[in-house]
């Protein structure tokens, strides 16, 4: 399969290339600087924005990983306006990285909408909302949106088990929400290979 990873040296892109990797597969690396690649794969070296219809049309998936900087959250937004008008032109799969916030809590309300997204983090949340529902209209090609639990650390230990909430928030028997992001990583490269699309799915283990 042709997949290519936009955001390959962040911490969730790092470990979808060792991943898949692993499987035989040879991701492409879609990066601002290659530099800081540690796993030798096929780059295009290009800031998400200057991504164009020809660079991403020969893959099977794409798969966004891009953070928005902490004070600029509308690049979340911006950056999943751009892919869409970009994928639109190609029959290339997406499979998004996106926030937590918009899983419900109940049957009416939004993660985002409560006390537990703290106050610094909600411009953050509102914004990867905004950016769901702007992908949610798309029917021009397929897309997966995959949200997370409420937390997620890069340190807590790899244990092989997640698990999918469709479009509610996941909450494991010991009343967490949580994730390693090994974990996660994992989820992904299963969403990869088993689309479900035009939908959410959440994450938690």
Same mark, same amino acid.
């Given at each position: 399969?042709? +997949?290519? !990873? +936009? ?8 470990l ?6 692993? %499987? ?31 660079d !991403?049309? $020969? ?10 900087p902490?004070?600029?959250? %509308? ?10 008008? !970009?994928? %639109? ?22 993660l985002?909408?409560t ?6 983090f909600?411009?953050?949340? $509102? ?63 299963? %969403?990869?290979?088993?689309? $479900? ?9």
């Amino acid at each position: 399969m042709n +997949i290519g !990873i +936009i955001g390959a040296t962040g911490k969730l892109g790092t470990l979808l290339v060792e991943k898949l990797t692993l %499987k035989g597969e040879k991701p492409t690396a879609v990066v601002r600087n290659k530099a800081k690649l540690t796993t030798n794969v096929p780059v295009i070296e290009k800031d998400i924005f200057d991504l164009t219809s020809e660079d !991403i049309k $020969e893959f099977d998936v794409l798969v966004n990983t891009f953070n928005a900087p902490l004070d600029d959250p %509308k690049q979340f937004i911006t950056s999943t306006e751009h892919l869409i008008s !970009i994928l %639109k032109e190609t029959k290339t799969r997406l499979v998004f990285a996106g926030g937590a916030g918009v899983l419900l809590v109940d049957e009416h309300t939004m993660l985002v909408d409560t006390p537990e997204v703290p106050a610094e983090f909600k411009p953050i949340a $509102e914004a990867e909302v905004t950016a769901f529902k702007a992908l949610a209209e798309v029917k021009d090609f397929d897309w997966t949106y995959m949200a997370p639990p409420v937390v997620m650390e890069f340190d807590a230990p790899h244990t092989g088990n997640h698990s999918f909430s469709g479009n509610k928030l996941g909450v494991n028997a010991e009343g967490k929400s949580f994730i390693s992001y090994s974990d996660y990583a994992d989820a992904f490269v299963e %969403k990869i290979f088993n689309p $479900e699309n035009h939908t959410i799915v959440g994450v938690y283990s």
